[in-house]
């Protein structure tokens, strides 16, 4: 329950601090005094968006604050959910920077809006007159169907079935979508994977070819080269090695004679078995090196078939032409099961529809059976808001297609008069048989939810006398239910009947005006009430009327 109000720099108020009692309470006070402003602060507490025009005139910011008793709402699940310290008093609070910056708070810990206006609607309800035009919207009365027939758990299932229902829908309009283009650029991939395959390509080949080539290509140049050096090792005449051989001779006769010549033929027997080796390696060379026109071409046209696909597929390296290779292989791979994968997911999709429309029917059952309570209990409550000959009827139907919310269609059917044809609500209802009528189905309503506050915003235009007195029973009634509800109204039929009565008014400055709200004493209840009785001037008749009416509370 709202417990406190605090606001500071909104609108026409400068600082607001005010306690609210439980059950049934009212708010009154001239047109313009700044009911409205109230109303638009709690608004942008429970999450609505901010609007900097909304700062008082020269403030930096504005702040609202309110304190809820939530101890007997059961309400521990959400701060858990959304790890949030959980206490029995919770406080929200919301900041608007001249800057257009917003910050919202729970309990002191930062918040998002989503947070707030979730815990915000388990709350309180505010129902403004823009409200009545709710009652002609599906949505509404669907909602309301649901409430009174406690379908959270059918509906949360529902939700779970469809929402996995249309996933496999989106997954098979996407693979048919998918395989509808894949097949139109299947005959270019086959042909494309055909011409790579053909060419029969081995990682590592082109830099092993293009090295063959280069060998090929100056084969002459290389063998002429490679004799030049055998001719300089092993040449009979003034050949390195026949000269080497003779000064190892040389060095070993001497070890007899000189020591250190036996360190100098070891090094020079190294050297020499070295020198041979490479002469060897030299020989065996050039007698692999020989110029083969027929190899070169064969080189050559396999290398101008691996340059023509790598410019063709704009690739750099023969890795990514393998790798092109197994992409197109693998998308042919994926065209030929798409039809075994769309048949899967058709076969899913179909099984998932039983499900969406089992449980759309779990939810049909439901609803009808509330329709039927409705129907009677909305009846019952309205004959004594003054239309004894009301009939109300709540028309269903089914949609082609299962919804969000199911498949069920809902209208809701009315007249007030005795042989009125059935019509739709908004059709013949007048304004004031509208609030009446949201004002029965509210009451039905906050019977089913544990709704800590309700707040009715001039709910009761359009009624005056003794319907306003019917009102103010239905509402009494609400309140003493462990919940409280605000009535802010012009009638004093109802303002009488609250167990707390808070004014809104305003004061002129020289420089300001200010909007204020406060609870008044039971003697200025009496004089509030007579003022609205007979206007600025109050006479003793409105004064006895306005005793009168307190003491019938």
């Known amino acids: 329950m709202l417990r406190s109000l605090y606001i500071q720099n909104y609108a026409l108020i400068e600082k607001l601090d005010i306690s609210f009692e439980t059950g049934f309470s009212v708010i009154t006070g001239e047109t313009g005094a700044g009911k409205s402003i109230i109303l638009g602060a709690i608004g942008l507490l429970l999450g609505q968006r901010a609007d900097v025009k909304a700062i008082r005139h020269g403030a930096s910011k ?33 900041e608007v920077q001249s800057s257009g910056k917003s910050r919202a708070f729970i309990n002191d810990t930062p918040a998002s809006l989503a947070q707030v206006k979730e815990l915000g609607e388990q709350l309180i309800d505010v129902h403004s007159q823009h409200q009545n035009l709710l009652l002609n919207k599906e949505g509404f009365q669907l909602n309301v169907l649901d409430i009174l027939a406690h379908n959270d758990a059918a509906l949360a299932k ?31 991939i086959r042909f494309q994977l055909e011409q790579l395959e053909e060419a029969c390509l081995v990682e590592g080949e082109q830099e092993e070819l293009e090295q063959e080539a280069e060998t090929l290509s100056h084969a002459e ?20 090695l ?9 060095l070993n006769n001497l070890q007899r004679v000189y020591q250190p010549a036996k360190e100098l033929t070891e090094r020079m027997e190294s050297a020499y078995i070295e020198l041979k080796d490479i002469s060897h390696e030299v020989s065996l060379q050039s007698d692999s090196v020989e110029f ?19 410019q063709k597929h704009r690739v750099q390296t023969l890795d990514e032409l393998i790798a092109l290779t197994d992409e197109y292989r693998s998308k042919l791979s994926d065209i030929t099961s798409y039809d075994e994968r769309i048949a899967e997911l058709t076969a899913r999709k179909e099984e998932q529809y039983k499900q969406v429309k089992q449980q759309a029917e779990v939810l049909t059952k439901a609803r009808t ?22 009939r ?12 969000l919310q199911g498949e069920d269609t809902v209208n809701f059917l009315f007249s007030a008069n005795k042989n009125g044809t059935l019509q739709n609500i908004s059709s013949v209802a007048s304004g004031g048989e509208i609030a009446r009528v949201m004002l029965s189905i509210k009451a039905m309503i906050a019977g089913a939810v544990k709704l800590p ?37 012009h009638l004093p039929q109802i303002a009488a009947r609250g167990r707390a009565h808070y004014k809104v008014y305003k004061k002129d400055s020289d420089t300001e005006t200010n909007s204020h709200i406060r609870r008044l004493t039971d003697e200025e209840r009496v004089e509030e009430i007579a003022h609205m009785l007979s206007g600025a001037t109050l006479t003793e008749a409105a004064l006895s009327n306005a005793k009168s009416l307190l003491a019938r509370n």
Not at 66 to 78: E, K, L, N, W
Not at 293 to 309: A, F, K, M, Q
Not at 394 to 403: A, D, R, S, T, V
Request: hydrophobic content about 35%; charged content about 35%.
């Open 392 to 403: 109300f009827q709540i028309e269903m139907g089914l949609k082609k297609e299962p919804g």
């Open 369 to 390: 059976k509330a329709a039927r309570e409705v129907e009677k209990q909305l009846a019952a409550r309205l004959i004594p808001l003054g239309m004894p000959n009301v």
């Open 62 to 94: 504005c702040t609202i604050e309110a304190r809820f008793d939530i101890s007997a709402y059961g309400m521990r699940p959400f701060f858990e959910e959304n790890e949030l310290e959980y206490d029995e008093e919770c406080i929200l609070r919301r």
């Open 158 to 188: 529902y939700h779970l079935c469809y929402d996995e229902w249309k996933q496999t829908d989106r997954e098979l309009a996407e693979l048919v979508s998918l395989a509808e283009k894949s097949r139109s650029d299947e005959d270019y």
């Open 242 to 250: 026949s000269y080497l051989k003779d000064s190892l001779n040389t």
């Open 221 to 240: 140049e290389i063998k002429a080269g490679l004799y030049r050096v055998e001719q300089s090792f092993a040449s009979d005449e003034g050949g390195l």
């Open 453 to 489: 506050t309700i707040v009715f915003d001039e709910i009761d235009t359009g009624v005056s006398g003794e319907i306003a007195d019917r009102m103010a029973d239905m509402m009494q009634e609400m309140g003493d239910r462990n919940r409280q509800v605000i009535s802010i109204t």
């Open 292 to 310: 083969n026109p027929v190899r070169l071409d064969e080189v050559n046209e396999r290398l101008n078939l691996i340059y023509s696909l790598q």
